[in-house]
């Protein structure tokens, strides 16, 4: 990465908000005593993070635009002022001006203001909702712009506007910083153009909905992508892994990439990995809007993973498979957020010992070494669990009492029922989700296409998909709202058998439809070998995140006879 340029505006920036004192380094270190809640930066590694990533506002974009109804109405600010179309942070001459000094020292929770190019904004009352936590004290009395570069998804129109709700006055024109460089994304992997973007900023992307129906392992270049924070940069031949052990006395084992190769047998599994929030589009637009990216039908992928198995790798550390209840393995990757802290998660170690999981350090993917977006040198896969529970650029993973800490771990991807709300949902004690239902979509055609009907039917393919290691038995197809239903017939599978299969299943349906008909609704559920059918309608499972949604998919196409 470029560093000159962050340093640069990082220490200028902090020099103009401790009204040039003679050394940033020293006003920075009176800072964190001053406030221990917000700056814990104990080593270099974490210093060279806060400098290096710029990582604060960790939410999404949808994260922020839910909350705007309740802060801002359509282009007016909580003075009155109208936003108009444009960017925020914009000169406002109705409201006053403010040194940086001045907003320097409301950095604390009952006064909190932040910068956003000229804008000054006290978001004191915003604290409490921030779905990304604590992360944005770190932003006390700064400026929020090298913190949206890095998070891109934040520069919309509704986003803005939620800022300026809480817009208090201008910056003095002599305070302003440049902050416009974007070096943090600057070796970020060149990626398929066909991938259809969720988020450029970190870069989230779905598979083109008709190329998944094309085969069976999804290409490298159209796997989807779900990134958190920039993708770090590694090497294989300097990559370590360290075993962690903590039983009383923790002990430690590092391996290097040669090693897990030579040590440890290869083996190889056929596995989907899909986001928990696949297909969350449908569930907010048929019941009600919920937090995260709207993802259609394409969060989803399958490929062949090889490398070590993670139980032989554990068992070798001298881990006891007769002892393993209330015991957890947590997954730390390299990628970083602003606090210093490596994005983790985790799973019960029963779950990693079994050996119907499968449970893989990856090094290669589709027969060829892990590409940079999904997790070279070094990954888990965890068959069957939500994709977020493998683990990019693994780094190390520690055999604990308590499940991994991280805020991915306890403040997300954990299940609720329909009725919770932001308010009401308690995080701690909600189930972590470590499988996935039984689902299915249809990809050709895609909702709103015109099809052909030949010989009194249309040709509908899709996928269908179940966690845990079941099998889809059947796939359903109606074109009557239900009332008659004909089965799939299998386009591709992977062989494995039930309770250690998890690719998923491509279909392929020649459906009838009456003649002169102009549009069709064309329903699609799948069952597994465990019986469990798709539920009919989102609204039974909607939840605040959005995850989980496996709905029968439905979707309107007009005919052309």
């Not at 040194?99 to 009352?125: C, L, M, N, P, Q």
């Not at 047998?265 to 969350?280: D, F, H, I, K, Y």
């Not at 004690?429 to 299915?440: D, E, G, I, K």
Request: net charge neutral; hydrophobic share 35%; aromatic share 8%.
């Amino acid at each position: 990465m470029l560093l000159k340029n962050i340093f640069i505006n990082t220490f200028h920036q902090r020099k103009k908000f401790v009204n040039a004192v003679a050394t940033v380094v020293r006003l920075n270190y009176d800072k964190w005593n001053r406030n221990k809640q917000k700056w814990q930066y104990r080593n270099n590694k974490t210093i060279a993070a806060l400098f290096t990533s710029g990582i604060i506002l960790k939410t999404i974009k949808d994260d922020l635009e839910k909350d705007i109804p309740k802060n801002v109405s359509n282009k007016k600010d909580g003075n009155g002022g109208d936003n108009g179309d444009g960017e925020a942070g914009q000169k406002r001459p109705d409201l006053p001006v403010y040194r940086a000094d001045e907003v320097s020292k409301h950095d604390t929770t009952d006064s909190f203001w932040v910068i956003y190019k000229h804008g000054v904004y006290d978001i004191t009352k915003f604290l409490p909702s921030h779905p990304g936590g604590k992360q944005i004290l770190n932003a006390g009395g700064l400026s929020i712009e090298p913190f949206w570069n890095l998070y891109g998804m934040h520069k919309t129109k509704p986003i803005y506007q939620l800022l300026e709700s809480y817009r208090i006055g201008n910056l003095h024109d002599d305070d302003v910083v440049d902050m416009s460089g974007n070096e943090l994304w600057v070796s970020e992997p060149v990626r398929d153009k066909r991938l259809i973007v969720k988020s450029k900023q970190p870069f989230n992307a779905e598979i083109p909905a008709k190329l998944i129906v094309e085969s069976l392992d999804t290409p490298n270049e159209l796997f989807f992508v779900r990134q958190h924070m920039p993708v770090p940069e590694l090497e294989a031949k300097d990559h370590k892994l360290e075993i962690i052990v903590k039983n009383g006395n923790t002990h430690t084992k590092v391996f290097d990439l040669e090693q897990l190769g030579k040590m440890f047998p290869q083996s190889e599994v056929r596995a989907a990995l899909m986001c928990a929030g696949n297909r969350r589009t449908e569930m907010s637009k048929q019941v009600k809007p919920v937090k995260g990216l709207e993802w259609q039908q394409g969060a989803v992928s399958c490929a062949r993973w090889s490398g070590a198995l993670l139980r032989d790798v554990l068992l070798h550390c001298g881990i006891d498979t007769r002892d393993t209840h209330g015991l957890h393995v947590i997954f730390t990757g390299s990628d970083m957020d602003a606090t210093g802290t490596y994005f983790s998660t985790s799973i019960p170690l029963e779950q990693a010992l079994n050996p119907n999981s499968s449970v893989i350090l990856a090094t290669h993917m589709n027969g060829e070494i892990l590409p940079k977006d999904h997790g070279y040198p070094l990954r888990v896969i965890v068959p069957g669990a939500p994709a977020v529970r493998s683990v990019k650029w693994l780094q190390s993973i520690t055999i604990s009492k308590e499940e991994s800490s991280s805020h991915w771990h306890q403040k997300d991807y954990r299940s609720f029922n329909a009725s919770k709300t932001w308010e009401t949902a308690d995080f701690a004690s909600a189930p972590p989700v470590y499988s996935l239902p039984v689902t299915s979509a249809i990809c050709d055609p895609v909702d709103g296409d015109t099809c052909a009907v030949k010989g009194g039917c249309i040709e509908v393919k899709g996928y269908a998909y179940s966690g845990g290691g079941a099998r889809v038995v059947r796939v359903d197809v109606s074109a009557d709202g239900g009332a008659t239903w004909l089965q799939a017939q299998e386009l591709a599978a992977d062989p494995a058998p039930p309770g250690r299969h998890y690719a998923w299943m491509l279909w392929t349906a020649s459906v009838p439809v009456p003649e002169g008909l102009k549009q069709v609704e064309l329903r699609a559920k799948a069952t597994d070998n465990n019986f469990n059918t798709q539920p009919e309608k989102f609204e039974d499972i909607w939840n605040i995140r959005g995850i989980l949604g496996n709905a029968y998919h439905k979707i309107n196409v007009k005919l052309i006879h």
